[in-house]
């Protein structure tokens, strides 16, 4: 495996043209993409064996010990076959160095030596992108300001460094996590600022700084504190977090900053920099709760711990999570109130299909304590040791507070199927339900039972919405048919195969062409040559259709855009697209886990492909076209079932009638559908 020649960096202030914010133009990306072979950046990284045309390597992504790891050379994709991931150049940099889609290709760039001449942004965009810059710069001076009173100023050592200290932090790691100290005055960084030259505006939208209404004063908000810096994934300073030190009780302990165009903390959780190198090494990240749990942590050696900084877990917390692991384990410090507070958000962790698990730390020690009186090895024995599933912790927990209260039982059982209800994973609650009727000491199929009919509930609420679903059941009855979400979960998966199959015919066989059969206006077949990707874009456009799922959609407009300028697109072209998801979306419809052995030509055996035979293509295109309408006038059938089930609930005799011509000419479409489908497959 090659050496990698050089690594990402992140920058905290972007090349600018005449102090202008500017970006990368479509021909220097084109340049990149050209010159950067799939095979070469991947081996940088992984270690790859030829094997026929594609090459095989272990995936860097996931844990395995045989193979499942693509490079096709050909299409300029990666593609693993075990986790999924898959994509582009620039989409493995981003993936494996955890970049950004511009930090990647610059990257490549240097990698290439290809020279970057960026171009100026639009008066809008570069107001946008300035706006956020001069907040980072911010950021940045105040970073440096509080870091460097922290150890250069004498208040600084003897206040804040001191408080460090006695907390065992080392300087190392005090200086790897920026840690920092605002004077105990009322206008230190702010008045440092100013005469810097940074703007007012500015300093107060970052919320560094408070503005008095009253009289335009303008004081520092952490003052007299230690202070947290909070850091992007790339490592930029988002905002802080600020101690105090003395014992007045009439001012809040913690102090963080404000919402603003670049601090959103819903979405950010700290020292994920510096952890997720570490997570995705281990396939594992440690949610803990506040900085000083995550600094002793990382400083006893465990380095992929993250906290949310004092919120409740969001979904854009799990999703920034998901990236790097499927695996979370939280640690708590024996505290049940604060346990108990925790639990309700972890209920969107599931939802996203993690895997959680519980760690309760020895003799009530918080994370802080318990990394500082421990070797490392001693802790990580102990966090694997002690991890117990979130499901069996979260009812051993309630049940043990129940005791012998038949209510109380009845509301922990409740609780226990509401967690379970929301795991998109039927296996998975199939596995838990068991667990949960041994410990509940509950009969399986009466948890069951109820476990369904809480899942059926929460699917009607999910798509009629609750105002509809309670006049049903008002009514007595139920939109036909209701599907539990499991068999709407299968609706799910052939929808998405069938939009796939017809996006699959447009990435890889979108310039080829195809004889497709028309009926004319006397009711003749007649044969038409048309291209793939023309004829599919018009049979989909013609009717109005469109796409489920967003990036499917994405996708299609693509091809539909680039045909309304005469251009049909190629890979070359969609590997230009900055959108990651439709990147990894062409780069999964255009792998392929296998390939014909060339062995078998020289021995006589020919095998019919839709590269090789055109009746073979024909065919396929008909038949996911044919496909395709076929689920959305189900689609559209299902959607007046509901309608009429509405209005026979309201007596809505008029709408009925109507909705009930609808339903006719739809299942006259769907007939004829069907009809040709079978013609097409005979």
């Known amino acids: 495996m090659g050496e990698m020649q050089s690594q990402i960096t992140h920058s905290d202030t972007p090349p600018q043209i005449n102090g202008m914010s500017s970006r990368i133009p479509e021909e220097t990306k084109r340049a990149i993409m050209d010159a950067a072979r799939i095979e070469e950046v991947v081996g940088d990284f992984v270690a790859l064996k030829k094997r026929g045309a594609n090459y095989l390597g272990l995936c860097p992504f996931h844990q395995e010990k045989t193979p499942s790891f693509i490079v096709s050379p050909a299409k300029g994709i990666f593609k693993c076959f075990g986790c999924g991931k898959g994509g582009d150049s620039v989409s493995f940099i981003m993936e494996h160095e955890h970049a950004s889609y511009v930090e990647a290709l610059r990257y490549l760039a240097r990698k290439y030596n290809i020279e970057i001449q960026e171009e ?33 100023t004498e208040e600084g050592r003897n206040v804040g460094l001191a408080y460090f200290r006695e907390r065992r932090f080392t300087d190392a790691i005090i200086k790897q996590f920026q840690l920092g100290y605002n004077p105990d005055r009322w206008d ?47 490592g930029r300073v988002l905002g802080f977090g600020g101690r105090i030190l003395g014992n007045d009780k009439s001012m809040a302990k913690y102090v963080n900053s404000p919402e603003s165009e670049i601090y959103h903390k819903s979405n950010v959780l700290y020292a994920i920099p510096f952890a997720k190198r570490e997570i995705v090494a281990r396939d594992m990240a440690y949610m803990v709760e506040g900085y000083a749990d995550v600094i002793s942590m990382h400083q006893a050696g465990i380095t992929n711990v993250v906290a949310s900084s004092g919120t409740s877990l969001t979904e854009d917390q799990i999703k920034l999570i998901s990236h790097f692991t499927k695996n979370l384990t939280l640690l708590y410090d024996g505290d049940p ?99 949960c009727s041994r410990l509940l000491d509950v009969p399986e199929a009466d948890l069951l039972d109820r476990l369904n009919g809480i899942l059926r509930k929460n699917f009607r609420k999910q798509h009629k919405g609750e105002a509809e679903a309670e006049l049903l059941e008002e009514s007595g009855k139920t939109a036909d048919p209701v599907r539990v979400p499991d068999q ?195």
């Open 337 to 435: 109130a604060g346990i108990k507070a925790s639990l309700r958000g972890i209920d969107l962790v599931l939802a996203q299909d993690m895997n959680v698990r519980v760690v309760l730390l020895p003799d009530g020690q918080d994370p802080d304590d318990f990394a500082r009186t421990h070797p490392t090895e001693e802790i990580r024995q102990y966090l694997q040791d002690n991890a117990v599933d979130f499901i069996s912790f979260k009812t051993r927990l309630l049940l043990g507070e129940s005791g012998k209260d038949p209510i109380k039982r009845a509301e922990v059982i409740e609780n226990i199927l509401q967690s379970l209800a929301v795991l998109p994973d039927r296996i998975k609650r199939t596995v838990y339900l068991q667990e």
């Open 120 to 152: 100026e942004l639009g008066p809008e965009a570069r107001q946008r992108e300035s706006e956020r810059e001069s907040l980072y710069q911010v950021t940045r001076f105040a970073a440096d300001f509080f870091s460097r009173t922290l150890w250069e």
């Open 188 to 234: 230190a960084l702010t008045s440092e600022a100013l005469k810097n030259g940074y703007d007012k505006k500015y300093l107060v939208q970052s919320g560094l700084t408070i503005e008095k209404e009253e009289n335009g004063r303008l004081f520092d908000r952490f003052k007299g504190r230690v202070i947290f810096p909070i850091h992007s994934l790339s």
């Open 488 to 682: 709407e979960k299968e609706a799910e998966d052939a929808n998405d195969l069938v939009e796939r199959e017809l996006l699959r015919l447009m990435v890889n066989q979108g310039q080829q062409n195809t004889t497709q059969i028309y009926t004319d206006e006397e009711g003749n077949d007649v044969p038409l040559l048309t291209n793939v990707c023309v004829y599919i874009v018009s049979e989909v456009c013609q009717e109005g259709f469109s796409f489920t799922k967003p990036c499917h959609q994405a996708l299609f407009s693509i091809f539909a855009d680039s045909l309304a300028k005469e251009h049909i697109p190629g890979m070359e072209d969609l590997r230009m697209v900055e959108d990651p998801e439709v990147r990894a979306l062409v780069a999964d419809l255009a792998a392929s886990r296998y390939e014909l052995s060339k062995h078998w030509e020289e021995k006589g055996i020919f095998v019919k492909t839709e590269q090789s035979d055109r009746s073979t293509l024909d065919q396929a295109v008909a038949q996911a076209v044919l496909m395709f309408k076929l689920f959305r006038i189900k689609e559209m059938i299902a959607g007046l079932d509901k309608a009429l089930a509405r209005c026979e609930a309201e007596k809505d005799e008029t709408g009925l009638m109507e909705l009930l011509f609808q339903k006719r000419d739809l299942d006259q479409r769907k007939a004829f559908l069907c009809g040709m489908l079978r013609r097409v497959v005979s």
